[in-house]
């Protein structure tokens, strides 16, 4: 999938990162400014790009979003996007799932199931979700947009929040860009402006 986008997959990264996990972690780490690296998203992705060409299937479903919302260097390409999650989705990644009944969901990709066997489908993926590590951003992430769009869990918006303020706070842009979102209404608070606000200030000067 490395010549869908504008990414060197192999640019500046460190020799001593060889399996696809080091390589996940390492574009997660860069992405989100951890260990104290200083965030570089480009660098991120590319580490992620490596890690999904290898077969690491949470990277998979990460590099397929940024195939749908760009960043670091990534192009609109929503047939690649769809390919990885899907990847990501049969081999049981919980992300890779949600991801993949958002598609299906928002009718952009037709998974050939009824309403009863998707809410099933729908209910088994948050179960594996809570199961993830609620540190990891991306899975922070996830969490905010099964409780937004009511995925195997009740719509509430301030947990959706909650979840997605988490992975912002780690510097993660798919949240940092879903928070604002659900910000730019009439009936956010003035915390929670404030709160957005001073994440994008902290992203700016990363």
Same mark, same amino acid.
């Given at each position: 999938?490395?010549?869908?986008?504008?990414?060197?997959?192999?640019?500046?990264?460190?020799?001593? =990162?060889?399996?696809?996990?080091?390589? %996940?972690? %390492?574009? $997660?780490?860069?992405?989100? /400014?951890? !260990?104290? =690296?200083?965030?570089?998203? &480009?660098?991120?992705?590319?580490?992620?790009? &490596?890690?999904?060409?290898? /077969?690491?299937?949470?990277?998979?479903?990460? *590099?397929? =979003?940024?195939?749908?919302?760009?960043? /670091?260097?990534? &192009? %609109?390409?929503?047939?690649?996007?769809?390919?990885? $999650?899907?990847?990501?989705?049969?081999?049981?990644?919980?992300? /890779? !799932? *949600?991801?993949?009944?958002?598609?299906?969901?928002?009718? &952009?990709?037709?998974?050939?199931?009824?309403?009863?066997?998707?809410?099933?489908?729908?209910?088994?993926?948050?179960?594996?979700?809570?199961?993830?590590?609620?540190?990891?951003? *991306?899975?922070?992430?996830?969490?905010?947009?099964?409780? !937004?769009?009511?995925?195997?869990?009740?719509?509430? !918006?301030?947990?959706?929040?909650?979840?997605?303020?988490?992975?912002?706070?780690?510097?993660?842009?798919?949240?940092?860009?879903? %928070?604002?979102?659900?910000?730019?209404?009439?009936?956010?608070?003035?915390?929670?402006?404030?709160?957005?606000?001073?994440?994008?200030?902290?992203?700016?000067?990363?």
């Amino acid at each position: 999938m490395s010549d869908d986008s504008d990414l060197d997959s192999g640019d500046e990264l460190p020799d001593t =990162l060889q399996s696809a996990a080091e390589l %996940y972690e %390492y574009g $997660i780490d860069y992405i989100c /400014g951890r !260990r104290d =690296l200083k965030p570089n998203t &480009r660098l991120g992705m590319s580490a992620l790009q &490596r890690a999904s060409d290898r /077969g690491h299937n949470r990277a998979k479903a990460v *590099v397929g =979003l940024a195939h749908l919302y760009p960043m /670091g260097g990534t &192009r %609109y390409n929503a047939d690649a996007a769809k390919q990885l $999650i899907c990847e990501s989705a049969a081999a049981g990644d919980p992300v /890779g !799932r *949600v991801y993949q009944l958002l598609l299906a969901r928002f009718r &952009r990709l037709d998974l050939a199931a009824e309403s009863d066997e998707r809410t099933i489908l729908e209910d088994s993926a948050f179960e594996s979700l809570l199961r993830c590590d609620a540190s990891d951003p *991306v899975v922070q992430d996830a969490r905010g947009r099964c409780f !937004r769009h009511g995925m195997g869990v009740p719509a509430v !918006r301030e947990a959706a929040m909650e979840w997605y303020s988490r992975a912002a706070a780690q510097r993660y842009p798919p949240a940092m860009s879903s %928070y604002s979102n659900m910000l730019d209404r009439r009936f956010c608070t003035e915390q929670e402006t404030v709160q957005v606000l001073s994440l994008c200030e902290r992203a700016a000067d990363s």
